[in-house]
């Protein structure tokens, strides 16, 4: 199995900044990418951004429209880490931040996504 834990959230000011890290082990053969989610309530789950983490990749990203320019997601391949620098908080980017990693275990065949536990960001005065 592979395990994802998250940490890092936590209430910030409008403007402000918060840094989210994802850290993924377990009986991993191959990570492919990871990536960051949000969801509110009543909405549903987001892309907010992912990047391409396997060793000798390009670290390729992809990023949601609204937070282009203000959020930036990179790796530690090594680690098998990636972190998300939020900066220029806005109150609607206030969400419970979810992480997934792509990967194959060792017993598997095909990769999956495996899913943290979430953590939340609040963005309020």
């Known amino acids: 199995q592979v395990q994802v834990v998250e940490s890092g959230g936590g209430l910030v000011q409008p403007g402000g900044s918060l840094r989210l890290s994802c850290a993924a082990s377990?009986?991993?053969?191959?990570?492919?990418?990871m990536g960051w989610h949000r969801q509110v309530p009543g909405k549903q789950r987001e892309l907010v951004a992912n990047i391409n983490i396997g060793i000798g990749t390009s670290g390729s990203t992809n990023y949601a429209e609204a937070v282009k320019g203000r959020f930036t997601i990179s790796r530690d391949s090594a680690k098998n880490t990636v972190y998300l620098q939020m900066n220029n908080l806005k109150p609607e980017d206030t969400a419970v931040y979810s992480c997934?990693?792509?990967?194959?275990?060792?017993?598997?065949?095909?990769?999956?996504?495996?899913w943290g536990q979430g953590t939340q960001v609040t963005v309020s005065s």
């Open positions: 377990g009986s991993i053969f191959n990570l492919y990418s």
């Open positions: 997934n990693a792509f990967a194959r275990t060792r017993s598997s065949t095909s990769p999956f996504y495996y």
